[in-house]
């Protein structure tokens, strides 16, 4: 049975989502760095999201970029779910007040063609099973107050997911060697985060053969059509209404979002 603990913080991240209020971190209603516990309260968001109707339809990993690790005082990656009401269309618009605390990173997403079981996968193993490939932004959120958290918090709450967006192109695994692209995001005109795809673990492949190997141990292994977010290129930025990014990856193109400003409903 899951603890006490497990309910009140899935209560918790819940209720800051629903109210549109960051509530403390959660952290300290389990033992230093449990996160078993954290992914446990996981389960419990994405069976809340299931529940709700919305569907499963991939996966992110989160904390691949050391840089991204620097900002947030942690030191291994981390996992979380894809729902379907977490899609924006590239050159869409995130709506005002749909995100308590939004930041922005680029990186590349895939879309698996096979079932990926195996529990020691390899980076082989993904290339093998990757449908196409596409330049993507994902919007991380908090649910906790201030963005203060370790890992255990982000893994909670649910990675510190928000919304993503996949760019239109979709090429072939074959066309792009992911770890030799290179990452530029734009705010308007202004460059605010760069990188490669050797930022993201190494390899982006490395970063989705950990997620497949961990998942497929927990008995949840990735599956055809999955959308697998390797994880960011370069830094997360901040972002504020009326905010417009635009980011280029070498080999894969462009994806582009804009934020409405404050009072839009759009």
């Known amino acids: 049975m899951m603890s006490t603990a497990v309910h009140k913080a899935a209560e918790l991240l819940a209720t800051a989502a629903d109210t549109g ?65 977490m899609a924006l269309a590239d050159d869409g618009s995130v709506p005002a007040g749909r995100l308590l605390q939004p930041k922005i990173e680029a990186e590349i997403a895939l879309v698996l063609g096979a079932d990926l079981t195996g529990r020691d996968c390899t980076p082989a193993d993904v290339r093998a099973a990757t449908a196409s490939v596409s330049p993507a932004l994902e919007i991380v959120d908090s649910r906790i107050a201030d963005w203060d958290i370790t890992i255990v918090d982000t893994v909670a709450d649910n990675a510190s ?13 074959g066309d792009v060697e992911p770890a030799a692209v290179e990452m530029r995001l734009y705010r308007g005109a202004e460059l605010v985060s760069e990188g490669s795809g050797r930022d993201c673990l190494g390899d ?13 141990r927990r ?30 990856i070498s080999d894969l193109g462009s994806v582009r979002i804009s934020f409405a400003p404050d009072g839009s409903a759009s």
């Not at 809340?48 to 990993?61: M, P, S, T, V, W």
């Not at 997911?161 to 695994?173: H, M, P, T, Y």
């Open 161 to 173: 997911s928000g919304l993503f967006v996949l760019g239109d192109a979709r090429v072939s695994i």
């Open 21 to 85: 209020t960051p509530c403390p971190p959660v952290r300290d209603l389990f033992a230093d760095g449990d996160i078993d516990a954290a992914y446990a309260v996981q389960r419990l968001h994405a069976e809340r999201e299931l529940a709700a109707g919305h569907r499963l339809i991939g996966r992110k990993i989160g904390l691949t970029s050391p840089a991204v690790q620097r900002q947030l005082g942690v030191d291994q990656p981390d996992f979380g779910a894809l729902f379907s009401t």
């Open 204 to 216: 982006p492949l490395n970063a989705a053969a950990w997620l497949a190997s961990t998942l497929a």
């Open 219 to 248: 008995g949840e292994p990735l599956r055809a059509g999955d959308v697998v977010l390797t994880g960011a290129l370069g830094p997360m930025v901040p972002a504020v209404a009326g905010d417009v990014f635009t980011a280029r």
